[in-house]
């Protein structure tokens, strides 16, 4: 299946020699080696996931006729939401401005304000009660 990956896409190995070579009893001669050791080694892990960012970029995956559905109906939600922001900023500016506000605006303000805090209030993890 497209996107299934069973290991690691950026190689690892260089960072995880490192990490246990510096965990190796070390003189102090040795020291400034295994921490250089340690810094080339997150570089080289740093550099690879920069090229595997790059090549999903450039080769993005194929997607199926369902997952091309829903990429369209996610990029019109977000297109609607930011419709939603615009007219509520715009709503906001008028008021700020002294301009006496339609009653539409009070309105929809209201209404993106309820529908903003309904929204939380569904992701809102529940906590624990003190009792």
């Known amino acids: 299946m497209v996107g299934q990956h069973r290991g690691p896409i950026v190689d690892q190995t260089p960072l995880l020699t490192a990490q246990r070579l510096a965990q190796m009893p070390t003189t102090a001669e040795e020291l400034p080696f295994a921490q250089e050791a340690l810094r080339l080694g997150d570089h080289d892990m740093d550099l690879a996931f920069a090229a595997a ?14 997952a091309k559905e829903i990429e369209a109906a996610l990029q019109l939600s977000e297109r609607a939401v930011e419709a939603d922001k615009g007219r509520d900023r715009a709503a906001h500016r008028r008021l700020r401005k002294g301009r006496r506000g339609t009653k539409r605006d009070a309105l929809m303000i209201s209404w993106m304000s309820q529908k903003r805090s309904r929204s939380w209030i569904r992701m ?4 624990p009660s003190r009792t």
Do not use: G, I, W, Y
């Not at 960012?53 to 369902?66: C, F, G, I, M, Y």
């Not at 809102?124 to 906590?127: A, L, Q, S």
């Open 124 to 127: 809102k993890p529940t906590m």
């Open 53 to 66: 960012v790059r090549d999903a970029q450039e080769h993005p995956p194929v997607l199926s006729a369902e």
